[in-house]
C-alpha cells in the first residue's frame, strides 16, 4: 500500500469514529427504553411474534373477526360478564359437552367423573341396550326413526361415536360383562302380591304412589300435550320415559331398595319403601315406562365370548370412554386429546410438523406456537383457525382421518358461540396472580354432620337439593340458618309429611317414608347447629304479644303494607311469597322480627321488600302472624285421600298440569332448575 493510499484512509477515520459513536449512542438509549423481559417473551416464549414481518414486536394476539369479538374480552375476564352472553353460552357449551374429559382448558378443573360409573353397568342393562345407545345414544326415537330425546329435539351430553359393527358388538360385549357386584334377585311375598292385587291393577296403584312421592321432582317424563310431545319435570336424575325398557327388573327393585348398594356416590337418596310400595313402583315402571320397540332394531346378541370382552376392554380405552366413565382396573390414557388451554393465543404462520409417517410441513393460520401440544393432521379445510376448530367440531375426520373424537350435531348459533369460547382461550394464568375460574367452579368445603345425623343426611341425600354453609345444591331452600328460622316441632312433622307452602310450586319435596324417629332426629340437630350468629330463637318471649297487638298487627299486613299481595292467608292474597296459613306453627318469633326489620340480611339476593317498618309495627305484625295456625295433617294422609277413584284421577291431572316444561336450549353451566323454596 502507497503513502498517498494511507492518508487517504486516514482522511476517512474521524468519520468513521463519528459514525461508530452515534450507533453506539443509539444502542445505548434503545437498551434503556427496552422492556428486555417482554422482548424475550414475545420472541422465545410460547407465544411469538403476530407480525409476518420478522422481528417486529407486534400484538400477541391478531384482532379477531367482529363477529367473535366477545372471544378477546374471553382472555382477560375468565368470568361471565352480561356484556358477553355469546361468550357466556359457548362456555356452558363446553360444558354441556365434557371438553373437560379429554381435553385440558384454560382455568377449568377435572371433575371426579364426568359420565356414569360403569362398573356394574353388566348388572343394570341387557348386551341388546348397550348396543342401541353406543349406536345412536338417545332415549326416544319417534316412529319414523326421527331422533329425538324424550320428544324434545336436543343432543344429549353423550356424542355420538363412528363405531362399526364389529366394534358396537365388542364394546356391548365387555360393558354387559361388568359384574363387580352382583345384584341378589328380591322376591316379594305371596301376600304382598295379593294385597296389592285387590286394589286393582298394581301398575295403577304403582302410578298413584309414583306421582305421591313427587320423583319428578327430580327425574323428567315425556307426555303428550295436545298432540305434541314433550318433556316434565325435573333433571336432577335421568329421564325416566322408557326406563321400563333399560333396566333388569331385579336391579330395579335393589337400585330402589339400597340405591348407595349399586352407586356409593349417587344422589338418589334412600326411601323408607313398605314392600307394597315397592312392589307397585316396580310393576308400574317396568310396565308403563316402557317402548316395545326400543330394541327392534338390534341384532340378536348370544353371549359375550372372551375374544370380543377383550377387543371391547382395548376400544373402551381407545376410544376414550374411559375419559369420562370409570371402570375398575381401567386406567385413562394420559394426555389423550390436545391441551387447548391456549388455543386462542395466536402466532403465525407457523410451519407445523404433521405427525404421519410421511412428513409433511402445512401453514396454520392462528395457531399457539408451542405445536407440540396440538395433533395436526392434513387440513382439507381452508387453513383459517376458526373454520379448522368449527370443521373438527362438526366432522373430526374431514380435519383428521384418525381422529378419536366423536361428532358433535350443533346448530349454527351454538357452533359460533363455541368457537369463540375456544377462541377466548389465552393460556395458563400467570404465575402470582388471582384467576377467576372459567368454566368448573371450585367447590366450597364440604359440609357433613357427625354422628346418627350425619347417616340420616348421607341417606337422604339433603345435600342434592338444599345448601349447608355454603356446600350443597341450589334447588331447594338454604337451610344453613334452618334453626333460626323454623320451629323444632314444626320440622319434624315436614319431614315426615313435606307440604309445600307456595302453592304454584312446580316441584315438590319427595316424600321419604321417613320415621319419627329418623325425622326428629334431623330436626333436632336443625334447630340446634344451623343457627345464624346473634339470632336466638329463644330471645323473644312469646308472652308478650297480646290479642291487641295482633289486631293491630292484621290492620298493618293487609292494609298499610299490603303484605297479601304476594302471601296467601286463607284463600286469598298473592303466590309471589309463601303461603302463610301456617306460619305460627312454622316460624319462630325471632326469625320474623329480624326478617320484617331486614330480609337481606337473613336471605342475601331475597326478592322480600326491606321496607321502613317501625319496631313497635314490627312487634305487632309478629303478633299477627303468630296467630296463624292450622292443625298439622297426618303423615299417611295423602296417601289415604288419594285412595279412591276420582282422586286417583285428580292426582294424575294434577301432577300433569303442574310439572315444568324442559327447554332444549341448555342453561348455566351445572345449573339445575334454580333456587325454588319448598318452604
Known sequence: MSAKQVRRGNSWLPYALIAGNALLLALVFWQATTDWQALRRYSQGPVRFASLQPGTLAWRQPVLPAEYA???????????????????????????????????????ERPAMLGPDLTNVGTKVSREWIYKWLKEPRTLTDANGTVTVAGVSTDPRMPKFRLSEIELRALSAYLSAQHAKPVAPYRFSPHVVTVAAKGGD???QGQIRFNQMFCVTCHALAVDRGGETTIIGGDIG????????????EWLVAWLRNPEGYLEHTRMPQYQW??????????FILKKLTDPDLLKDVPQMESPSEDEIQLGQRLFVEKGCAECHAIRGVQPRSNFAPDLSALGMAAGPYLVQVKLPRKESNALHFVPSN????????????????????AKVTDPTSVTPQAHMPQFHLSQPDLEDLTMALLSMSGPPIAGTAQNSLIIERPHKEFHPEGQVGQLYQRYKCYVCHTFKGYGGTLAPDLSYEGSRSRREWLAQFLRNPQTLRPTLTVRMPHFNMSEEDATTIANYLSATLQKPNLDPAAVNEKEFTDQMAAQGKQLFETKYACQSCHTIGSSGGYVGPS????????????????????QDLIPGTIEPRQSIGEDEIKEITAYLLTLKQTPAEPNAAVAATAGGGSRHWLHVWVYLSLPVRTSRPGPAGAGPGIIAFL
Open 274 to 283: 313398605s314392600d307394597q310400595d315397592l312392589y307397585e313402583v316396580t310393576q
Open 580 to 599: 302463610l296459613n301456617n306460619a305460627g306453627n312454622w316460624l319462630t318469633p325471632a326469625w320474623i322480627e329480624a326478617w320484617l326489620r331486614n330480609p
Open 371 to 390: 405445536v407440540k401440544q396440538l395433533d395436526i393432521s392434513v387440513s382439507k379445510i381452508p387453513k383459517f383457525m376458526i373454520s379448522y376448530i368449527q
Open 238 to 249: 335421568p329421564e325416566l320415559t322408557k326406563v321400563g325398557s333399560k333396566v333388569k327388573p
Open 70 to 108: 366477545e372471544g378477546s374480552c374471553g382472555a382477560c375476564h375468565h368470568e361471565d360478564m352480561p356484556q358477553t352472553p355469546r361468550l357466556n353460552h359457548g362456555r356452558q357449551l363446553i360444558v354441556k359437552f365434557n371438553c373437560i374429559g379429554c381435553h385440558r382448558l384454560q382455568d377449568s
Open 202 to 204: 298394581p301398575a295403577d
